[in-house]
C-alpha cells in the first residue's frame, strides 16, 4: 500500500488504521441512495468500502500518481468516479444532487476546504473529516475558551459539529507530530440563528476577533465598522462593547450582525 511516497508539498499523512477507517465510515451513516464525495482517498482505504455502500462516490484526489494507482486498483467498482483534481477549486456548488463528504485533510488545507464546503452547504448534507486534533477543538468550542474563535462561529453558524473519536498520530504513515480527530458536521437547513446580511456578519466576527485581548469596542472601531455613535447604541441590544469577542455565543453575534444592518440603514 505505500509503494507510492508521501508527497511532503502536499502534506500527504495516509491512514494506515483500518478500525479508524470503518469508524470513519459508520459516522457518515450511509444508506445505498447517498452520493458521497471523498476528499484525498489516497491509497483508497476508505473508498472501496464507501463505494461498497453508497450509490455513487466520487473521489476527488489531486496527485497524479495515485490516480493511476487508484484506478488500477479499484477498477471493478462501476459506481466510482475518480476525478483529478484539486479540492481548493473543485466546483463543490455545481454538483447535481446533495452529498456527503468524507475526507481525511491535509492539515495545511483543511480550514479553507471546509469554508468552501460551507459556502456549497445547499449541495452538502454532512460532513465527516478527520482533522488535525487542535483544529477538531476549536470548531466545537463553546464559547468563553481560548479555542473559540472566528472558525467556531461560522462552522456552528451553519452547521451541528460533534467530535466523535480522536486517532492518534502512529495511525497514519508517514507519522504526523499531532493527533487527529473525526468531526462530524451536520449541515442545517438554516442557520443557527436568524441574520439579514451573512457577508456582514462574517465581516464583523473577523473584526471581532482580530485582536483577541481587545474589547469588542476597540476591535469594532478600529476596523471601522462601528462610529462612536453606533458603539453607543450598541447597548440597546443588551450586548456589552466591553465585552470579548470569545464571550459572544453565535446568536449574539447574529444580533451584533442585524443591529449594525439596521442602523446603517437609518443613519
Not at 470548531?139 to 472558525?151: D, F, H, Q, R
Not at 495511525?171 to 446580511?197: G, I, M, W, Y
Not at 470579548?244 to 444592518?261: G, I, K, M, Q, Y
Amino acid at each position: 500500500m505505500m509503494s507510492i511516497p508521501p508527497k511532503k508539498s502536499l502534506g500527504q499523512n495516509f491512514l494506515v488504521d483500518e478500525n479508524a477507517a470503518l469508524s470513519i465510515i459508520e459516522a457518515a451513516d450511509i444508506e445505498d441512495y447517498d452520493t458521497v464525495v471523498e476528499i484525498g482517498p489516497g491509497h483508497g482505504v476508505l473508498t472501496r468500502e464507501l463505494a461498497e455502500q453508497a450509490r455513487r462516490v466520487i473521489a476527488i484526489e489531486l496527485d497524479d500518481r495515485l490516480i493511476v494507482e487508484l484506478g488500477e486498483k479499484l477498477s471493478d467498482l462501476k459506481n466510482l468516479e475518480i476525478v483529478h483534481a484539486d479540492a481548493l477549486k473543485y466546483p463543490f456548488g455545481e454538483l447535481p444532487e446533495k452529498v456527503k463528504v468524507v475526507a481525511n485533510l491535509p492539515y495545511y488545507i483543511s480550514t479553507p476546504i471546509i469554508s468552501r464546503l460551507i459556502e456549497a452547504r445547499d449541495k452538502v448534507s454532512l460532513m465527516v473529516l478527520m482533522l488535525q486534533k487542535e483544529v477538531a477543538e476549536r470548531i466545537s468550542a463553546p464559547p468563553g475558551g481560548k479555542e473559540y474563535g472566528y472558525l467556531s462561529v461560522m462552522v456552528q453558524l451553519y452547521t451541528r459539529p460533534e467530535t466523535l473519536f480522536i486517532v492518534p498520530n502512529t495511525s497514519f504513515r508517514p507519522v504526523p507530530k499531532v493527533d487527529s480527530a473525526v468531526v462530524r458536521l451536520e449541515v442545517l437547513d438554516t442557520t443557527l440563528a436568524p441574520c439579514r446580511d451573512l457577508a456582514l456578519l462574517e465581516h464583523i466576527v473577523s473584526a471581532a476577533f482580530s485582536q483577541r485581548r481587545k474589547t469588542l469596542r476597540n476591535n469594532l472601531k478600529s476596523t471601522g465598522l462601528f462610529t462612536d455613535e453606533g458603539i453607543k447604541a450598541l447597548e440597546t441590544t443588551g450586548i456589552d462593547p466591553g465585552r470579548r469577542a470569545e464571550t459572544l455565543s453565535v446568536p449574539e453575534f447574529c444580533r451584533l450582525a442585524d443591529f449594525l444592518f439596521e442602523f446603517r440603514a437609518v443613519s
